[in-house]
């Protein structure tokens, strides 16, 4: 229904999980991850490839030094706070990154316990969720442009659901921008893998590469190739946006109260505080510049 946001979404789903009207007999994971893919290569036909590259290049400075800022200060604060360090590691990796997607391809790279992986996977769910409805209120404060939103947005929410979904419900522009360089930001999953391997002598052959990207950078090129097509393409931007919606809806369906409270105090002050790093220092920057 076009009246639900993807807030609306993620508290519907929320709500029916808390009250225990959610099926168990199905992975709601694995559908929701799929669901998502699709609907990130749909939004790639709306996706015009000189915007694309232009956005790309504007923005890969902010991008590079973002990830190794969040990545330092959060062996910093690892240490600080005495959390486990492959812990620590894996919230800082899906900061800095792209949230759960990041999380799930180093983990095994770094060989790191399900606890810690669920842990950590716990922590930057619960700050995606807040993104969703934090984001577009303080944009709307500040009164930023459309491309502003959507470079901040890219920048500083984790998971690429919630990028897209707090972008999408500040306007097509900022989904646009939002979704070109926050894709741009998750191809540094192989290249951090690669490296966390090293840093923790995990397994390097152990990572994993979200092939979604390539597909959406196809669906861009084909819609630039063939651009007689553009009122499908059209429908299927649009398509692919409510599709996203229903994602955040399956998001939600799988937060409880239990997964909220195991995550527990000090990986989520760890994952606040790097939060708000890399939150403020982006938008001061693009503020400013």
């Not at 956005?55 to 706070?81: H, M």
């Not at 316990?113 to 969720?129: G, P, R, Y």
Request: glycine fraction near 8%; aromatic fraction near 10%; hydrophobic fraction near 55%.
């Amino acid at each position: 229904m076009p009246f639900i946001s993807s807030p609306v979404a993620l508290i519907l789903g929320f709500s029916l999980a808390s009250l225990g009207f959610v099926p168990t007999q199905f992975n709601l994971g694995a559908l929701t991850k799929k669901l998502l893919s699709y609907s990130i290569i749909g939004l790639g036909f709306g996706i015009h490839l000189d915007q694309a590259i232009e956005a790309s290049k504007q923005g890969l400075g902010l991008i590079i030094a973002s990830i190794f800022f969040t990545l330092i200060i959060g062996n910093l604060l690892t240490r600080l706070l005495q959390i486990e360090q492959k812990t620590g590691h894996l919230i800082a990796s899906g900061t800095a990154i792209c949230g759960g997607s990041a999380i799930a391809a180093v983990a095994p790279a770094i060989n790191a316990k399900d606890e810690q992986t669920s842990l950590a996977l716990a922590t930057v769910f619960i700050l995606n969720s807040v993104a969703l409805f934090v984001f577009p209120a303080i944009g709307h404060l500040l009164d930023m442009s459309q491309h502003a939103f959507g470079t901040w947005a890219a920048i500083a929410i984790h998971d690429t659901s919630s990028v897209v979904g707090a972008a999408g419900a500040y306007g097509d522009e900022a989904l646009r921008t939002a979704t070109t360089l926050k894709l741009a930001r998750a191809l540094w999953i192989i290249p951090v893998a690669f490296l966390s391997s090293l840093m923790f002598k995990g397994n390097s052959k152990k990572i994993s590469v979200p092939f979604f990207i390539v597909f959406y950078c196809v669906a861009i090129l084909f819609a630039h190739w063939v651009p007689n097509l553009q009122p499908v393409y059209d429908q299927i931007f649009f398509v692919s946006k409510r599709v996203l919606v229903v994602c955040l809806f399956l998001i939600g369906s799988g937060i409880t109260v239990n997964r909220l409270r195991a995550s527990g105090l000090q990986p989520l002050l760890l994952g606040i505080l790097l939060w708000l790093s890399i939150g403020l220092g982006s938008l001061t920057y693009i503020l400013l510049f």
